[in-house]
């Protein structure tokens, strides 16, 4: 019993890997029941004996992807108390996660407009997301009048894959280059 437990244990970590490395390498709209038994060497059945249902996939998917791609964990920064250094920092982490995923991250963006399961399965994901956003977004809205309302703004911008691509894809900046730039946006926009 012991041991059967623990080969389909095996058999759902291989599968959660085989996805994964498909939605990183071709998308998840690419990512058939098919082709991930394939990356396995198992029967299609195997697949949907362990996940029936595409959003439960996913969300092994988004699990794995979170543990293993280094996304920002924005807990440790409410210490910092200066806003500049925690936008600094904030950047600099996330461009940092771009940078290592920028391919998955693309296929994930890619495919989210034509499937909402991908949505709903990616759900932890991008509750995080919005957290790092959050963390690094609050303090300046502390800064009084529209200069606040668009220190924010621009400060959430920055953060965003699209504008971390522009910039270092489209501008050729480094990604220390387009934080510092970004950096300069908001504090000038703040008055900091």
């Known amino acids: 019993m ?3 437990a623990e080969a389909m244990h095996d058999t759902r970590e291989r599968l959660v890997r085989a996805a994964f490395g498909l939605h990183r390498d071709v998308g998840p709209a690419q990512a058939t029941v098919k082709a991930i ?3 396995v060497g198992v029967e299609r059945h195997t697949v949907r004996r362990h996940f029936p249902d595409l959003v439960e996939l996913i969300r092994a998917c ?6 293993t791609t280094g996304l920002p964990e924005p807990d440790d920064w409410h210490r910092i108390s200066d806003r500049a250094e925690l936008l600094r920092l904030g950047l600099s982490e996330m461009y940092r996660y771009w940078r290592m995923n920028e391919r998955l991250v693309a296929n994930l963006m890619r495919d989210a407009t034509s499937m909402p399961e991908l949505v709903e399965g990616s759900a932890s994901y991008y509750e995080h997301l919005g957290r790092i956003w959050e963390t690094v977004m609050a303090p300046w809205r502390e800064v009084p009048g529209p200069a606040g309302t668009r220190a924010t703004a621009v400060a959430g911008t920055a953060l965003d894959f699209t504008t971390w691509r522009s910039l270092t894809a489209q501008q ?3 990604d220390d280059d387009a934080a510092e730039a970004m950096m300069v946006a908001v504090t000038s926009i703040a008055g900091s």
């Open 62 to 67: 988004t699990d794995f992807g979170m543990q």
């Open 37 to 39: 038994a394939e990356r």
């Open 2 to 4: 012991q041991r059967r």
């Open 172 to 174: 050729g900046l480094g």
